[in-house]
């Protein structure tokens, strides 16, 4: 069995800062890409940003030159360090990632999400 595990949301003003982690857990052999979507309310869910295993990353528009996304194999977490959030980035923020667990299937995951706030 394997789970993504988010944390790091909470409330901030406009202009501030939060870093979300996602923690990837059980039965893993490898891990691909692996992505940042959110939601926001009435909203589809968005795609974020993205980074390959060899480290490649690719950010959407509206949140380029503001997000970086980045990753520690060595402890399987993901990471999303935001700055100057903007109130229309309030939303809950998904982790998602393309595992290969230790039976040698690879199914795509997702985590409950963690809500990111922020006040203008």
């Known amino acids: 069995q394997v789970q993504l595990v988010e944390s790091g949301g909470g409330l901030v003003q406009s202009g501030g800062s939060l870093r979300l982690s996602c923690v990837a857990s059980g039965s893993i052999f490898s891990i691909n890409t692996m992505g940042w979507y959110r939601q926001a309310p009435g909203k589809q869910r968005e795609w974020i940003a993205a980074?390959?295993?060899?480290?490649?990353?690719n950010e959407a528009d509206s949140v380029k030159d503001r997000f970086t996304i980045s990753r520690d194999d060595r402890k399987n977490t993901l990471y999303l360090q935001m700055n100057k959030l903007k109130p229309e980035d309030t939303a809950v923020y998904f982790c998602?990632?393309?595992?290969?667990?230790?039976?040698?299937?690879?199914?795509?995951?997702w985590g409950p999400g963690t809500q990111v706030t922020v006040s203008s």
């Open positions: 998602n990632a393309d595992i290969w667990d230790t039976a040698r299937s690879l199914r795509d995951y």
């Open positions: 980074i390959t295993r060899g480290g490649g990353t």
